[in-house]
């Protein structure tokens, strides 16, 4: 009974057909009077857990939010929902809150945002107040900030367990996307709400897809990636505010649309920048980890990582903030196990062992998710406690397509470079030499030879990763010292007089870059019509002076571009227009579409509007012909060890080995399967430090008999 009206509510105020998660049951929970705490990832929908029964009960729903900057335009948007609110912060005239207090007193308003430190200031005046009225409801969003477990610990959250004592007959929800078990312990102990319904949703972001790459010319390959991005909004993470300077000044160099934020600027010129961001009206915002807490933009459609986040719950914060409009959007990061050495100082917390232990542990997790060769979806959601079915085909490795290729002329190229230089450069120094690039570091002589520029057609980053495989294949080796470079080995000749073929990897990461696969929606929407639309929402937008997403998301009007709706009836069929939307709005936007759908002759297509749908399931690659790798991967595979391959085809175990290693980067043998896990971090480490580039020798020299040389070119692959 209740929940059919709460359905009523959400369609006709809110505009939406069903809820999501759960928020029906924590809607359910809260109109029986009791207590509960809800865990959502961000962009699950929180809000409408409380918004809705502050909207059924009698009285006034007590929002406690520690985002102050949010509160506005939270109280935009429910009015521009016809829901009666307002907010009392530090922001305010004292004119303005008396018009508050009125209202609440009058019994118009239904819910009330206010600060934490606001709520029970000292003498309980505001306490005695809410007394003097009739309170329905007490909502604790950022619910975690009571924790000093958490990661955003706000002692005056702490006070927040008063309210219970003063109210106990008010029921309470809490909120928060964090997911951590100690966390969620501390809220209910803390609130006292020791009764409370517990309700988990999953962490799983299925919009959003993951993508890491190596580090390594990150900034041209920023430049590539943003290219057919310019009309989207996006944030790039950096981990310093020098870095988040420059690159955003570099990127409006570019004629990118871009600006910082950190906490070096001042206040005035941080809150423009977040705010023109909010409003659409700069696309790209270049930061330190200083953004982000209370960035209610539902249309960020990536989400760049220059540098690597210390840990997984920052990563999978950070990345949170793109897509939560529930559209196709994209997490990269650009990674590198420098990065990871890099921030190991900064895991240290300073005469606390224990804590350092478990900073460095999260960041050497950290540096794992970085190099992994699976799924990342199912380790993000295994490091929540999650488990996930199937691997989930949204994310690099999962459409990663690995061809091997006959790769013997890319080879003999690479070779005679490095005979014809005299086996006395470095790979950097080569591979511009095969590219034929003009920088003056190129010897004069070394221009005039036949090899100079044979390799113009291979990009830098593929010959990178070629000279890499050719490294480990043993054609070529790499020299120690402080300039190592690239000499021929025992194997080279066979290979430039042709007798021996290389095969070589491709790497290719299939992008679906099309909305229908992970939106809503089964139909591809008009992207023109979209851009009109966009144009009509900027123009309400400017005029109530709220950022764009108040009016309609994102998400609502590629609904409109996709279904076409020529009529107020059909109108209201689409997500997000409720009652008092589509009084203000509807006729605006109906008048364009319309208009759209005359000039390229069109009808509605609203009849094609149903249900969601099953995800797609994944199709399985396969390979090529056999080679002899494959053979020694097959056996591998039905479960032989190497010691047995080797003995069953009669060549050495380093051979097997060397069979295996190539098989690592494409995740068909995982680098554990290679190298007993204690054995890897070791190995890592003094490849590190030894500063060794691809030189394979000293490192082994260095480590002794207990590695062999197939470990560590196993773990040499991986980095
Ligand atoms: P959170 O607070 O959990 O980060 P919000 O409450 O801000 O998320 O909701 C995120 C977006 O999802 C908002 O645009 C909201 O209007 C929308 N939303 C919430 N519930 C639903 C629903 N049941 N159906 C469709 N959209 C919804
Ligand atoms: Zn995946």
Redesign the pocket.
């Known amino acids: 009974m209740n929940i059919t009206r709460a359905k009523e509510i959400?369609k006709r105020q809110?505009?939406?057909?069903?809820?999501?998660?759960n928020?029906e049951q924590a809607i359910e929970t809260v109109l029986q009077k009791n207590d509960c705490v809800v865990l959502?990832?961000?962009?699950?929908?929180?809000?409408?857990?409380y918004?809705i029964p502050a909207l059924m009960l009698d009285g006034l729903t007590v929002v406690i939010s520690p985002l102050i900057a949010l509160m506005k335009d939270?109280v935009d948007?429910l009015k521009n929902n016809g829901v009666e609110a307002a907010f009392l912060n530090s922001s305010q005239t004292s004119r303005e809150q008396t018009e508050v207090f009125q209202a609440v007193r009058s019994g118009k308003l239904k819910l009330l945002y206010v600060a934490p430190e606001r709520l029970l200031q000292t003498g309980d005046q505001f306490i005695d107040f809410l007394k003097s009225v009739s309170v329905s409801l007490f909502a604790i969003?950022e619910a975690h900030c009571i924790s000093s477990w958490g990661h955003d610990f706000r002692p005056e959250y702490i006070q927040l367990g008063k309210l219970k004592r003063y109210f106990p007959d008010v029921p309470l929800i809490a909120?928060t996307?964090t997911a951590d078990k100690l966390v969620r312990h501390d809220i209910v102990e803390r609130l006292t709400i020791r009764n409370a319904a517990l309700f988990v949703s999953s962490f799983n972001r299925p919009n959003i897809f993951y993508k890491i790459e190596q580090k390594r010319n990150s900034y041209p390959r920023l430049l590539e990636y943003l290219e057919p991005r310019r009309q989207e909004s996006g944030i790039i993470y950096c981990l310093s505010r020098n870095s988040a300077e420059s690159l955003a000044a570099d990127l409006r160099d570019e004629g990118f649309d871009a600006l910082p934020y950190h906490a070096g600027l001042d206040k005035e010129t941080r809150d423009k920048n977040q705010s023109l961001f909010l409003k659409d009206e700069v696309k790209i915002i270049v930061a330190t980890i200083a953004f982000g807490m209370g960035i209610?933009k539902?249309n960020v459609r990536f989400v760049v990582h220059m540098d690597l986040p210390k840990n997984i719950e920052s990563y999978y914060q950070e990345t949170g903030r793109a897509g939560?409009?529930?559209l196709q959007s994209e997490a990269l990061l650009f990674f590198s196990w420098g990065d990871v050495n890099k921030l190991k100082g900064f895991a240290e917390v300073e005469g606390n062992k224990s804590q350092s232990e478990i900073m460095l542990k999260k960041l050497n997790t950290m540096g794992a998710f970085g190099d992994l060769k699976t799924c990342r979806r199912r380790f993000l959601l295994n490091y929540f406690s999650e488990d996930l079915i199937e691997d989930c085909g949204r994310c690099d490795n999962c459409n990663t397509v690995f061809e091997r290729f006959d790769g013997t002329i890319i080879a003999q190229k690479a070779l005679s470079a490095v005979a014809r230089t005299g086996q006395r450069f470095g790979l950097s120094y080569l591979i511009d030499f095969l590219r034929g690039s003009q920088a003056k570091t190129i010897r004069d002589e070394h221009k005039n030879l036949k090899t100079y520029g044979i390799g113009v057609d291979v990009s830098k980053n593929n010959w990178f990763d070629y000279f890499k495989d050719l490294i480990a294949q043993g054609y070529l080796a790499q020299t120690e010292g402080t300039y190592p470079t690239i000499v021929l080995t025992d194997q080279s000749e066979a290979v430039l007089k042709g007798q021996t073929p290389v095969e070589l990897f491709k790497v290719t990461i299939r992008e679906d870059r099309k909305p229908s696969l992970v939106s809503p929606l089964e139909h591809e929407y008009l992207k023109d019509l979209f851009d009109e639309l966009r144009l009509v929402r900027t123009a309400f937008a400017k005029a109530e002076n709220v950022p764009p997403?108040v009016v309609f998301?994102d998400?609502t009007l590629i609904e409109m571009a996709t279904y076409l709706p020529n009529k107020e009836d059909e109108m209201r069929k689409i997500?997000?227009v409720g009652d008092l939307k589509l009084q203000k709005y509807a006729a605006d936007f109906l008048e364009t579409i319309v208009d759209y759908c005359d000039r390229n002759n069109l009808t509605s297509r609203i009849n094609l509007k149903t249900p969601k749908r099953e995800p797609k399931k994944r199709t399985i690659r396969d390979g090529n012909g056999q080679t002899t790798y494959d053979v020694s991967l097959d056996m591998f595979k039905s479960g032989l060890s190497i010691p047995e391959i080797a003995e069953s085809r009669g060549v050495a175990v380093s051979t097997v080995e060397t069979h295996l290693v190539r098989f690592i980067p494409s995740g068909e043998v995982r680098l554990d399967d290679l190298v007993a896990t204690d054995k890897i971090e070791t190995i890592r480490n003094a490849i590190t430090s030894l500063n060794a580039g691809f030189a394979i020798a000293p490192v082994k020299e260095f480590l002794g008999d207990n590695y062999s040389y197939g470990e560590i070119r196993a773990v040499l692959v991986t980095m």
């Open positions: 959400l809110f505009g939406y057909d069903s809820f999501r998660m928020q959502m990832p961000t962009g699950g929908g929180k809000s409408l857990c918004q939270q948007a969003d909120l996307a209610d539902s939560r409009d529930g997403y998301s998400a997500s997000g």
